[in-house]
């Protein structure tokens, strides 16, 4: 009968691939830490600020007129962050840094400061690394708190934001980040860069994602990173980007600590 057959390889084809589907779902599920991540847009949160909210509040970039994007990176300070600090000078640029503690912000302190005293955002990518949905609540207040304070000592001001490693979170990480004063901050663009220390990809990958009210994620840890810097900035700066910090985004709003944005 190979009507009959092929009816029945068929019907085993699509519930091989409903199960391959569902299994794929079921991974997606697992590696976000929750069934459903509520994120909030940079223009929502400006938006919701009211058309009354004035620039001169929150600087010379209105982001409700201009076509902002925001340069951020992880895991630092690192031995590659100097030359990425002059880069940013040298063109005026600032970035938001999701900084690292052990063996990173108690490593190099001068460069927290550094960070802090020339304009750019200083934030919290946890204490070790830890996957935060992975830990037990006391595990993620001693992976937020104890950077929040090294770095309030260092720069006189205590982070607002905080990036969770691999953007792995879940309602636990929302309630204390909210009782300890942090939002939750994603990305939009990201090349990848811990898979590749070939810069002209890394630059490829950026420029082909980018797109207004993009949030860049990148790491002056690789080697590969700082010296596609340059030429990113060079190419939106081109197309008539205008960098800002994650909180000058989403001004004249605010980011509210225990929720996340992308």
């Given at each position: 009968?190979p009507?009959?057959?092929?009816?029945?390889?068929?019907?085993?084809?699509r519930?091989?691939?409903?199960?391959?589907?569902?299994?794929?779902?079921?991974?997606?599920?697992?590696?976000?830490?929750?069934?459903?991540?509520?994120?909030?847009?940079?223009?929502?949160?400006r938006?919701?600020?009211?058309?009354?909210?004035?620039?001169?509040?929150?600087?010379?970039?209105?982001?409700?007129?201009?076509?902002?994007?925001?340069?951020t990176?992880?895991?630092?300070?690192?031995?590659?962050?100097?030359?990425?600090?002059?880069?940013?000078?040298?063109?005026?640029?600032?970035?938001?840094?999701?900084?690292?503690?052990?063996?990173?912000?108690?490593?190099?302190?001068?460069?927290?400061?550094?960070?802090?005293?020339?304009?750019?955002?200083?934030?919290?990518?946890?204490?070790?690394?830890?996957?935060?949905?992975?830990?037990?609540?006391?595990?993620?207040?001693?992976?937020?708190?104890?950077?929040?304070?090294?770095?309030?000592?260092?720069?006189?001001?205590?982070?607002?934001?905080?990036?969770?490693?691999?953007?792995?979170?879940?309602?636990?990480?929302?309630?204390?980040?909210?009782?300890?004063?942090?939002?939750?901050?994603?990305?939009?663009?990201?090349?990848?860069?811990?898979?590749?220390?070939?810069?002209?990809?890394?630059?490829?990958?950026?420029?082909?994602?980018?797109?207004?009210?993009?949030?860049?994620?990148?790491?002056?840890?690789?080697?590969?990173?700082?010296?596609?810097?340059?030429?990113?900035?060079?190419?939106?700066?081109?197309?008539?980007?205008?960098?800002?910090?994650?909180p000058?985004?989403?001004?004249?709003?605010?980011?509210?600590?225990g929720?996340?944005?992308?």
């Amino acid at each position: 009968m190979p009507s009959l057959t092929r009816k029945m390889t068929k019907t085993g084809t699509r519930l091989r691939g409903a199960a391959i589907l569902a299994a794929a779902a079921s991974l997606t599920l697992a590696l976000s830490g929750c069934t459903k991540l509520e994120t909030t847009s940079p223009s929502s949160v400006r938006g919701a600020a009211g058309a009354q909210a004035r620039a001169a509040a929150f600087g010379t970039v209105d982001c409700r007129r201009a076509k902002c994007i925001a340069l951020t990176f992880d895991a630092g300070p690192s031995e590659n962050s100097a030359r990425l600090l002059d880069i940013l000078k040298e063109r005026q640029v600032p970035a938001t840094f999701f900084l690292l503690g052990k063996r990173h912000i108690d490593t190099y302190p001068e460069l927290v400061r550094r960070m802090a005293d020339e304009g750019h955002e200083v934030a919290s990518h946890t204490w070790t690394h830890k996957i935060l949905t992975d830990a037990e609540p006391d595990e993620i207040r001693e992976e937020l708190e104890r950077p929040n304070k090294e770095i309030e000592r260092l720069t006189g001001r205590r982070p607002t934001l905080m990036r969770p490693p691999q953007g792995r979170t879940d309602d636990t990480v929302h309630e204390i980040s909210r009782e300890l004063g942090l939002a939750e901050v994603l990305w939009s663009v990201t090349a990848k860069d811990y898979k590749t220390n070939d810069s002209d990809l890394i630059t490829e990958r950026v420029l082909d994602q980018s797109s207004r009210d993009g949030i860049i994620l990148l790491h002056d840890i690789y080697d590969g990173t700082v010296p596609a810097v340059p030429g990113i900035i060079d190419a939106l700066k081109a197309r008539g980007y205008v960098f800002v910090t994650v909180p000058q985004l989403l001004a004249p709003g605010k980011a509210e600590p225990g929720k996340v944005y992308r």
